[in-house]
């Protein structure tokens, strides 16, 4: 791990690395490219054997900030790649999965408009209650995961018949698990079968990071994560490859939250998206005052987009689908230092400290680092 390269401007948006070290490009690259680029960790590029393990929710700038809570990984190669935009879960792991950009496969967001109402992507739930029926999840993102090779895939055993798990995992091999003692175990048995890739994710980070913000719960969290990943090189058979990136970072927003303001609203149909990427669309007819009055009101807060600036600006990757296109809003905020913006609808079990989904540094860069065994 190479904390040098940590250099990135508070005052700019990070824009996806699509043509290189971005988290789209890194299934591509292990098993449909001929050359492993050089933007790889060096000990993954000859590997005949891979372990793909996506740690939900860590930040390259968080890991660079706390090397000592993460011995194993800071013993790792590598540096820092980009995720997608927007820099949430639902988007970024459907494109580790795919290998795919945003605006091609389509799940443009943790809450997406589609047929006229939003989409929770990862509850797969709309305010109607469970989606499958009404959407599908394999007709709305159609694309192959790991452009069919079907890989063993070890994840929590509760996502195996979720909505999204359908959308981004259809037709793997899934094995379930229940501690992150039976993650490790599962791997290694994989491994051990000479399998030369497999896809192993855990949520732990993600989830004490929404809870706690960047505490000392984080780094407890963080430690905990560490000792999984020495568990597996510990447990995986010599010669095998262990590459670990996650699909974005976090921000500590606390109680930072605004509503938009009441001349924004009024001029605002829906909301979509989450609050450090929320997507206003607009009433008929005022989308032009509502991209004005964002401006005016919160352009201090975020950086204001319109549709066309987003898609045009490439932020959702080169291609841009027709369906993807139709599931974005008019106005997007995206906010920049610790702020969110609150939105009714979107809610859940408790209050949220940490939170992502913009485009500043310490949410769209991740760790993509490796070693061998």
Known sequence: MD?????????????????GACISNIVPALLEWDDRPRWLPEPVREADQVVLLVLDGLGWDQLAEREACAPTLASFAGGPATTVAPSTTATALTSIATGLAPGEHGIVGYRIMVEGEVLNVLRWNTVQGDGRARHRPALLQPNAAFAGHRP?????ADFVDTGFTQAHLEATRFTGYRQPSTLVTHVAAHARRGEPFIYAYYEGIDKVAH?????????AELRAADQIVANLMAALPSGVA??????HGQVHTGDDVVAPH???LAHVAQQSGEARFRWLHARSGRA???????????GEQAWVFTRDELVDGGWFGPKVTDEARARLGDVALAA???????????????????RHGSLTSAEMRVPLLGAVV
């Open 3 to 19: 904390p040098t390269s940590v250099a990135a401007s508070p005052e700019e948006p990070v824009h996806p690395a699509y043509d």
């Open 152 to 156: 063993p895939v070890v994840t929590k």
């Open 211 to 219: 809870e706690y913000g960047l505490s000392e719960y984080y780094d």
């Open 242 to 247: 262990l590459l670990v990136t996650a699909d």
């Open 262 to 264: 009441r001349d924004v």
């Open 288 to 298: 032009g005052a509502l991209h004005e009055a964002c401006e005016a009101h919160h």
């Open 336 to 354: 920049k230092g610790t702020i969110a913006f609150s939105d009714p609808a979107d809610s859940g079990p408790y209050v949220l400290v940490g």
